[in-house]
């Protein structure tokens, strides 16, 4: 009788499985319907430092899509018998992922410094790019009948992109796209 392998370490997959362990599609929707909740809260945050009237306008719409996206996913949780991820109280500002992150991946000042509100904007939409492309995985991994999911996946992955890109250009208007948007 052979001796059974050994369970891997938690937050490590064996060698080869890395395809056999894939995220829930319903955790991965709390995942984006988290990232929704922080940025309806980082806009107006951001918006407050704001100075020119466009900039504060597109912080408005981006908020209200954001809003709109938020209360579609709870009804959406909720008709798969879950209950919604509540918001948080207060969020942090949101921060670069890497010491080594390009400018517009610095981590915002506090304070009225309007190019650091358009920073917390940047960064909000990378929250939520990410969240979305964690979506698109575990849509994918789950099969064939995820099709709507992969479909709404990849439109928020594009929006939380192409809202990113609007507050990139401002900052980086060389570079005002990233290669993959989510990672």
Do not use: N
């Not at 918006?47 to 954001?66: C, D, I, K, N, P």
């Not at 949101?94 to 009225?112: I, L, M, N, S, V």
């Amino acid at each position: 009788m052979t001796k059974p392998a050994a369970s891997p370490a938690p937050g490590t997959t064996p060698a080869g499985a890395a395809a056999t362990i894939s995220p829930t599609v319903p955790d991965a929707l709390q995942r984006v319907l988290a990232a929704e909740h922080a940025a309806v809260y980082g806009y107006p945050v951001a918006g407050v430092r704001l100075t020119e009237r466009g900039q504060v306008q597109h912080a408005r719409e981006f908020e209200s899509a954001h809003r709109q996206v938020r209360d579609d996913l709870m009804a959406q949780l909720t008709g798969l018998g879950l209950t919604p991820v509540a918001a948080q109280p207060v969020y942090r500002p949101p921060e670069a992922k890497t010491e080594t992150a390009p400018a517009t991946r610095t981590e915002p000042r506090t304070g009225t410094d309007p190019v650091a509100a358009v920073r917390s904007a940047v960064l909000l939409e990378e929250g939520c790019a990410d969240a979305y492309r964690y979506l698109l995985t575990a849509a994918v991994a789950a099969g064939g009948k995820q099709l709507a999911v992969r479909t709404q996946a990849l439109s928020g992955l594009a929006t939380a992109a192409a809202a990113a890109t609007t507050w990139r250009a401002l900052v980086t208007p060389a570079k005002p796209t990233v290669a993959f948007p989510g990672l």
